[in-house]
């Protein structure tokens, strides 16, 4: 049987119940395709998240590596194209830590791409009524840092998406609140991301995602 570790986050800041990480624990241990699903909340910790990733990819022995994160102001769930090897974080981890222009790996490739059906779980995810798209940028903060040790550290399949804002964190968010989703569709695109690459083979779809900007 397949092996996927799907991950999200504590919370962090104004996150203070971070969506990526309620739904990581709500899909632990389902099957998805034929494949087990293990879900796993790492720490918004520059420091400790290495460590907790390398854990968990020890503990489950995935196939696939889902990375999941909240992203408020996203309008939509969104697959990311690519991590890049840059710590630069606007806002500080749960620790204080705010690096600055630092590597995720020192002595690491500048970028990897994901290995995910990005395009395939873009066409899903729209076929089902989900609102979505391909992210060019995972940004420069834990998300980012996540994903690149993902793809750095493990030969799995792996890759991120980024999820929007819940109605309850953006209805105290100001005003114009930014867009939401509800939790229970958030965990749905989750879920049909983890169903789309299980069973996907092959190249991804040949059709456009990318962006002029």
Not at 75 to 96: M, W
Not at 146 to 169: N, S
Request: with cysteine.
């Amino acid at each position: 049987m397949s092996r996927v570790l799907l991950t999200g986050f504590g919370a962090y800041g104004e996150e203070r119940d971070n969506p990526s990480g309620w739904i990581a624990r709500r899909l632990d241990g389902i099957r998805v395709d034929g494949a087990r699903v293990a879900g796993r909340v790492l720490p918004v910790d520059t420091e400790g998240v290495r460590s907790a990733l390398v854990a968990a990819i020890d503990e489950v022995g995935p196939e696939i590596v889902l990375v999941t994160g909240v992203a408020p102001g996203r309008p939509s769930p969104a697959v990311e194209r690519v991590a890049i090897n840059v710590r630069d974080f606007p806002v500080p981890d749960i620790n204080g830590h705010t690096p600055i222009d630092l590597p995720v790996e020192p002595g690491g490739p500048e970028a990897y791409l994901s290995t995910l059906p990005i395009k395939a779980i873009v066409d899903g995810w729209r076929a089902a009524g989900i609102p979505s798209y391909v992210s060019n940028t995972a940004g420069t903060y834990l998300c980012n840092q996540t994903f690149y040790l993902a793809r750095h550290l493990c030969a799995a399949r792996a890759g991120m998406v980024h999820i929007p804002a819940t109605p309850a964190r953006a209805a105290v968010a100001g005003t114009p609140p930014p867009p939401s989703m509800s939790p229970a569709d958030l965990e749905e695109a989750v879920r049909l991301a983890i169903a789309i690459t299980v069973g996907h083979r092959g190249p991804d779809l040949p059709v456009a995602g990318g962006a002029i900007s």
